[in-house]
DNA sequence: TACGATACGAAACAAATCGTTTCGCAACCA
DNA sequence: TGGTTGCGAAACGATTTGTTTCGTATCGTA
């Protein structure tokens, strides 16, 4: 549905089918390039700040070929996002849920807490007016993180590890809000310090 | 210094020091027509549609008078907020600090629950890029909200009610976090059976 | 009552932004 | 080589934003 979501499906195609197209291909040059401006430009800028012009300028490539490849600002910045190294990391095995999710926590947190941070924060505030961007904020980056935090409160759960008697919704709400909250709110205090303490904490609130 | 707060200033001079100024005074039908149309376009449209011309429009008034009263948007729908009736309600005196807490969560959740809800989140949210925008949402809301409930968390610790070993902006960003980040994430399920459930169980987890 | 000061609303303003379209050229496949 | 698609530069119309101008209205005070 989402474009990034499209460009997915497209790499993936391209594994799967081979899909032969004709005509020019799309320039990977051009690609890349535009992410890296993107990404480049929000190290000084807001991503409401940050303009489709500035991109296209910065990249040297027209306003057409973004237009082209993305419905809008938000799936630029979010194809930027994930492009980056380290952000898909995977996790090790876990030997217990508790410690699958403190590890989850953990590695959340770290994305937020460089300079993605702010960027992340600004696409979650983006979708609260926009629709559009709603939908590629959850469906890129939202419910994917949402739903591994839930099979693993779920699991848990089944294996006594946490309290049954928890909603599982309130259970991720209670896992994730402080941490968003303290992004939005006070950013700079989403340090290491709080990385090290927070996960063990939140997930002793719920264990058994 | 916002000008929410210069308002306020005005008003309790008007109060303490009679303040006399010449010239032709301002109009307090212009001023309640403003937050009025405010609050009625919020209803039908997120904050970052609303625009002044739609207020001036809608309040019969001419855009000038806007904008020598309030210095951008931001300021005027957070007027409008605390303008409505039944939004700085006082609380009962509670009989200890996990009751005050409680009830403080409780109306946090009321005014999040209804249609200022989402005015709220869009608020917080533009906040997050606008420098302006921020001091006007921390210093006439956010802050407020957090120095009660930090007020609670603390004295709640002296009394050996909480337990002390935790941080108190960690408490702070337990017990608020997960009512912001349902906010924000599913504000259909910032519902009724939310409010009654959720501040006990917060407070619970924060308990001695 | 007249005057100075300030507020009011309508209108016009420049500047910026947005997404689209047009165009000539480039790159690939059959 | 011809067909097809991507590329980038430029210009576009439509909006939006906050400011300024201007004539009028409403107050306190001389």
């Not at 989850?104 to 629709?131: C, P, V, Y």
Request: with cysteine; glycine share 4%; hydrophobic share 40%.
């Amino acid at each position: 549905m989402t474009q990034a979501a499209l460009q997915n499906n497209d790499e993936n195609n391209s594994e799967a089918t081979p899909a032969i197209k004709k005509g020019r291909p799309r320039s990977a040059k051009s690609k890349t390039a535009i992410l890296k401006a993107t990404n480049s430009l929000l190290l000084h800028m807001s991503v409401q700040e940050l303009s489709i012009e500035a991109i296209a300028k910065k990249a040297k490539v027209g306003k057409t070929t973004i237009y082209r490849w993305w419905p809008n600002k938000t799936a630029v910045v979010m194809d930027a996002l994930i492009s980056q190294p380290g952000i898909q990391s995977p996790l090790p095995t876990p030997k217990n849920n508790a410690e699958a999710l403190i590890m989850q926590l953990d590695k959340l947190i770290r994305m937020l807490n460089g300079n993605n941070g702010e960027t992340i924060a600004q696409l979650f505030s983006e979708a609260q007016a926009d629709e559009k961007a709603k939908k590629i904020f959850s469906g890129t980056f939202l419910t994917p993180l949402l739903d591994a935090i839930e099979f693993s409160v779920e699991e848990g759960q089944k294996a006594r590890e946490f309290r049954a008697s928890l909603d599982t919704k309130m259970a991720i709400d209670l896992l994730c809000g402080p941490i968003f909250f303290r992004l939005m709110s006070r950013p700079e205090e989403l340090n290491d310090d709080f990385r090290e303490t927070y996960p063990k904490e939140a997930v002793r609130l719920i264990s058994a």
